[in-house]
Each structure stands twice: as structure tokens, then as C-alpha cells.
């Protein structure tokens, strides 16, 4: 590394010295993902016919489901294509273990290839025999080829995944086999099944591995992860990150802010907390801790942007379109529901941010080596209309797919408008790759979880999990609750936002069905938590990434990140106790409802009014300061009128109104100047 001191002290290197910066942290961020995202570890084989093989095959992947969109298969059939061909891609890109070759394809790769391309071809070629004359019936040819599905399912998930799905799908697998034997309790007991039952239910029907979930993820997840793929060639990355500088860069404590904004428009698009933490966080992170941000602060902020971007419409890492096809709700339905809560959710991080940053004096970065607003909007601003063209299409209700697949068209014409984000033709193939490529880790997550819902179909074990959570609720309603956001934790634990939810909702939603909550409200209350559980401790795998990018401490960089989610530990609660904030009015219609009229306008006003006002004043306590320090006696006083003000009931908002700005006018007569900066 090659630098000189100036004059002044201050350190000026050379380009070489930089260049070699950028590949230490480059090196450095590429560990850490690898470390705590599985996804990450995959074979570069840059050169040869095994390379061209690869793309291609994940170029016709990317084709094949731009095709199906307009021209669909049976259901069986284009499931079994998406799941068969892509566990094909697995066993080719990801190697086995850590100390595998990472240059080439090893022998026995080509064997879980052809095997995973096997259980796909019997299905093709035997479909009119399994949906007429066998009825779905298994015979044992059926048999042997579901049982080498669901091994390379296993293996394959294993490798992209990690180890908790599989271990999970292989402990519900093993329940049928053993469910009926006496050693079993009461609760658990079922009839005997044999390997025709357990095997064709998951592979001969859509109930288990060729589930809804794999629908969803072959007709709406792909299309919008390719579309993701083809926004970050374009460079959508870069345009959020500029005009997130460009925006709060400079106001106090500005690269912690540029985090939070960067962070929450990329992960409500690429759907991996645990990508967008390390994508964005080698960009934001360095720049928290160079204006004062303590490490491990830094590396929470980081974390708790991006998991909160699974809740972001309009994408909302895809989610919203798993929770669609999960509850036959409207997708408009859905985004418009999760927008307060959302909105809630980032401002109460922001808020502590800048709360943090007013308390310990922290600047901003200098306003003239900043991008200006004007000057980032000319050069990449038109990407954004790819959004609002999306946002349009679904508003309008155009299907979901032909949305999506629009989008993608619409993103590559308006690319050509600049220079600096046209897309040539190597570019439009390198998306098409890239997007299968990037589609794997959520359908290996997708398929392992077929097997967990079709066990659940055929044993009715999630309505013995339904029960026992309603029976150790003891008829209350808060207590259920409590329960199911221990459930819904539990379940999530080290497992991305979508495979989360779908465990999620199977396993725990349904205990809320007998307090008379809406559908929609209890899967947004399992959906919240089972993607919270990633910055949540013990096992908080966003935060552990965003503290080795930080250099910070895990757990006190995981202790964190929960004090700045906080906010979406709390609005869940809210919106069961009451609808409006999820701008729905479900009076008077059961609970399966799937069209909901809008709630008054006073309510929603009063609803964001009071709870806007309660996440800020939340976020105040949080951080000990407004315009000045508060003790801990203020600090408890303002929280407990933050909670009154957030839960939405007239008297309670008048209570915690007079609290909150009875201590707001208290500290700002009384505010002293900022103490001196500190590491924070």
C-alpha cells in the first residue's frame, strides 16, 4: 500500500493504495456473506463449455417462464419443470460443501443433475396416466422417482439454504412413518400410512412439493426477481444509493439515514435481507462509522433496514404475492395493508437514528461532496418509472405475471433513454442469467417447504399445532397472541422472509381464526414476526452480517438492531386490536373475507396521526434525547404516552397526546447544547 503524509498530518494514498482497499473490503464482505448466507458460496467458472452450459441453461430457464406466463402448462407440469430444471442449476452452481472446487463441476455434481432432471421427465411423460387412469394414485414406479425428488429437494435446499430446512423437512418426513405408533402422544396420533400415501401426496399432487408455494414462486417470485435482475443492470442500485446521498446525506448523522432509505427500496426488491445487508452495508456502513456511529450501532442500522425492506410495498421481497396466492386475497389489497405499518416501521428507525445523532452531535457528510438531487435524477432518474409503471399495471388489476412480465420489457426500453443505464444485448442475457441464478435460493426454499405442507395436509398436524396454541391461550386473545408471535419467531429463525411465511402461515395463523381476527390480519401478524426473527437474538442472522461487515460485536449489533425494530414488534399488535391501520373495515364480515371497504377517513387520519406521532415519541425514549438529554424517569413517562398514542382507541390517544407533548414542551425549554461527539 502506497501513501504519503501531507503537510497537515492527513493521510493521501495513491490510487494504487485505494485500489487495494477496495479489494480488501471486497475479500472482506465476500467472507462475511459467505459466513452467515449459504446462497453466497457458489462455483466461478469463467471459462470453458461447462460455463456456456451453465448460462445457457439458465438463459432458457429465465425464457421458459416468460413463456409460460402467457401460454401456462398444468399447473403439475410447469411446477415440476421449475423445480426439476432449477435443482439441475443447484447441483451445477453451488458445490457441495465450503472445500469444494469452486474452478469445476465435480463427477458427481452430473449425477445429482441427471437425477433432478429425472423426477421432472417421469412426470412429463407419465402426467395423462397419473391425472385419468391412476387418479393420483402411487404405484411403485411413482414411488422411486418422488423418493429421488425429494433426496435431491433435500440436498440440493442443503447446499443453498444451509442446514435448518432440510433438518426441519426431514423431522415432518419423518412424522407419517412413526405417527401411528404408540410411543406417540394423544395429540399426535394418527392412522398408519404407507409409502404410497406419503410419496404420492408429495410428489403426484400440488399439495406438497409442487405446492402453492412452488406456484407462486413459478408464476409470480420469478418474474419479479428477474425484474430485479434487470433493474441492477441497469443500475438501480447506484440510483438508490445516489439519491439517498443526494437526499440526507448531509443532515445530521446523514450516512445512517442514507442507510436506512438505500437499504429499504433495495430489500423491498431483492427480497434477501441477508444480501442487501452486505450489498448496501459495504457502502453504508464505513460511511456511519467515519461521521462518529459506534460499530456496532452501525451494523444494526444496516440490518434492521434491510429486513424491514420484506415489508415495504410495493414488492415487498415478493411476499406479497406468496400471501396473494396463500389467502386468495387481492395483491392491491395487501400492499395497501402493509403500507402504515411499513411507513411506522422505518420512521421509528430513522428516528432513533437521528435522535442518536442530535444526541452525541454526529454531522452530516460535507453538502459539496455530495451528488445533488437534480443532477442524480437527470442521469438515472427515468429508472424509477419502471416502478411506477408496475405500480400502475396492479393497481389497474393486470395479473400479477403479466405484470411483472411488462415491467420487464417496459425496464429495458427505458433503459436506452441514457447512456450511462442503456442495456445492450450481452446485458439483457447477463439479466436473464443473472435472474435464474438469483431464483434458486427461493425455490429450493419453496420446494423444501412443499414437503412440510404436504405432511401437514396429509397428517392435519398444523391443525393439532392450531389447537395447541389456542388452548394454551386460554381464551385470550392477548395471550394467543404472545404465543403465536413466539411461534412465528421460533419457525422463522434462520430462514429468509418467504419459506418464513409460509411456515408461518400454515402453522400458526389459523389460532387467530377463532378470535373472529380477519384473514389478512393474521397472516400479516405471522408474516411480520417470522421475518423479524432474522434481526432477533439469539439467532439474528442480518445483524450477524451486518456486524461482520462493522467489525462490531454479533449479539450487541443483534440487541440492537431489535431496539431500532422495535416499532414492528409493537404495530402488530395494533392492527389485530384494530383493522384501520391496516385501512380495512372487516365489521360484519367473516373472517375469510376477501374484499374489504375503507375504514372512515377520520379513523385512518386519527389512526396516523396518533401513531406516527407515538413511533417518533417511541423513538425518543429509545434514545434518551429530543432537543435535549432526558433522565430515565422521562424517558419511561414518554414511553408509556408512545404506547398509549400508538394503540388506536380514542381515550388512550388523548392520554398519551398530553404526555408526550407535555414532555416534548418540557425538554425544549429546558434542552442544553449537545455534548461532545462520542463513539455511539
Known sequence: MNSQVTDHGSVNTTPDANVDKDADADAINKAVLEKYDRESITRHITQGPVKYFIAGICILYSLFHLYITFNPMPALLQRSVHVGVGFALIFLIFPASKNSSRSRVAWYDWIWFLLSLSGMSYLIYEYQNIVTSRGGMANPLDVIFSLIT?????????????????????????????????????????????????????????????????????????????????????????????????????????????????????????????????????????????????????????ASASVGGQILPPIMGASAFIMAETTGLPYSTIALAALLPAILYYLGVIAQVHFRAGRRDLKGIAKESLPAVKEVLKARGHMLLPIVFLIFLLIRNVPVGYAAAYTIGFTVVISMLRAETRMSFSDILGALEDGARQSLAVMAACAVVGIIIGVVSLTSFGTVMTSSIVTLGAGSLFLTLILTMLASMVLGMGLPSIPAYIITATMAAPALAG??????????????????????????????????????????????????????????????????????????????????????????????????????????????????????????????????????????????????????????????????????
Not at 179 to 198: A, C, K, N, Q
Not at 584 to 606: E, M, R, S, Y
Not at 654 to 660: E, K
Open 150 to 302: 425429494v433426496v435431491c429437494v433435500l440436498e440440493g435446499s442443503r447446499r443453498i439454504t444451509g442446514w435448518i430446512l432440510p433438518i426441519l423437512a426431514g423431522i415432518f418426513l419423518a412424522y407419517p412413518f412413526v405417527s401411528h405408533m404408540d410411543f406417540m402422544p394423544d395429540r399426535l396420533l394418527t392412522r398408519p400410512y404407507d409409502m404410497g400415501d406419503i410419496f404420492g401426496q408429495l410428489f403426484l399432487k400440488t399439495e406438497g412439493l409442487y405446492s402453492v408455494a412452488i406456484g407462486a414462486s413459478v408464476t409470480f417470485i420469478f418474474l419479479f426477481i428477474l425484474f430485479g435482475a434487470f433493474l441492477a443492470r441497469s443500475g438501480m442500485g447506484q440510483l438508490f444509493n445516489d439519491l439517498a446521498l443526494a437526499i440526507a446525506g448531509h443532515k445530521k448523522g446523514g450516512p445512517a439515514k442514507v442507510a436506512v432509505i438505500s437499504s429499504g427500496f433495495m430489500g423491498s426488491i431483492n427480497g434477501s435481507a441477508l444480501s442487501n445487508v452486505v450489498s448496501t452495508g459495504a457502502f453504508t456502513i464505513p460511511l456511519m462509522k467515519k461521521v462518529g456511529y459506534h460499530k456496532d450501532f452501525a451494523g444494526a442500522v444496516e
Open 515 to 680: 378470535f373472529d381476527i380477519p384473514i389478512l390480519s393474521a397472516h400479516m401478524f405471522v408474516f411480520y414476526f417470522g421475518i423479524f426473527a432474522n434481526i432477533t437474538p439469539p439467532v439474528c442472522l442480518a445483524a450477524f452480517a451486518g456486524a461482520g461487515i462493522s467489525g462490531g460485536d454479533p449479539m450487541k449489533t443483534g440487541f440492537l438492531s431489535l431496539k431500532l425494530a422495535l416499532a414492528g414488534f409493537i404495530v402488530p399488535f395494533m392492527f389485530i386490536y384494530s383493522p384501520t391501520m391496516l385501512m380495512i373495515d372487516p365489521t360484519g364480515l367473516a373472517v375469510t373475507a376477501k374484499d374489504f371497504p375503507l375504514p372512515p377517513i377520520l379513523d385512518i387520519i386519527t389512526v396516523v396521526v396518533t401513531s406516527v406521532t407515538g413511533v417518533i415519541a417511541l423513538s425518543s425514549a429509545l434514545e434518551g434525547y429530543f432537543r435535549g438529554e432526558m433522565n430515565t424517569i422521562t424517558r419511561i413517562i414518554l414511553a408509556i404516552g408512545a404506547l398509549l398514542l400508538i394503540y388506536p382507541e380514542i381515550t388512550t390517544g388523548i392520554a398519551g397526546g398530553v404526555i408526550v407533548l407535555g414532555i416534548a414542551a418540557w425538554n425544549m425549554k429546558t434542552s442544553k447544547a449537545p455534548t461532545p461527539t462520542v463513539s455511539v
